[in-house]
């Protein structure tokens, strides 16, 4: 597929590190021609203005400070298990919402589309163990938290967000002016 703009920058919290990571290996493993490049908030933050213009296309990673407007004016192009990928134009944003999995029957839901990523690809997030615990506790009220955590869960969905965006969006935004 032919991509007019191929230089993307991706800005994201440290916290939310795993995204990128995620996004950065399917880039490269798939040989297509994208100059891929990450900043941090708090650079992007301090360079407002001055960064975004050397980029073809900038994708957040979940509530970036300054960015408030991509999400309210782009389309929503995904919306399932808390994950949300919404773009138009040259800016996009891949967000989460772990409480859209607080309930065993939403999480299992995600866990069966989650279990379709390849092994070496979420083998931290959802070990034998994790799967175990999980059933174990599916009864618990509360159980994503207690057993898994908010973070865990975020990532999570971070993991199958990148993965989404790259198979079914990420060459459709990359043609976008």
Do not use: P
Not at 77 to 86: D, L, M, T, V, W
Not at 141 to 148: A, N, P, T
């Amino acid at each position: 597929m032919n991509i007019k703009n191929n230089k993307l920058l991706i800005v994201y919290k440290e916290r939310d590190a795993i995204a990128v990571d995620m996004l950065r290996k399917l880039v490269e493993n798939s040989g297509l021609d994208i100059q891929f490049m990450t900043q941090l908030e708090k650079v992007w933050i301090d360079n407002i203005g001055h960064n975004g213009l050397l980029y073809d296309h900038v994708l957040f990673i979940n509530n970036i400070k300054g960015t408030k407007g991509v999400g309210t004016i782009a389309t929503t192009r995904f919306k399932e298990s808390g994950i949300c990928i919404k773009y138009d134009g040259t800016r996009g944003v891949i967000s989460t919402d772990s409480s859209a999995l607080s309930d065993a029957r939403n999480y299992y839901k995600f866990l069966n589309e989650f279990v379709v990523l390849k092994e070496s690809d979420n083998e931290k997030l959802l070990s034998g163990e994790t799967l175990n615990r999980t059933k174990r506790n599916a009864s618990h009220k509360y159980f994503s938290k207690v057993v898994l955590g908010k973070t865990k869960i975020r990532n999570q969905q971070l993991v199958y967000g990148a993965k989404v965006f790259f198979d079914n969006y990420l060459m459709d935004f990359l043609k976008e002016n």
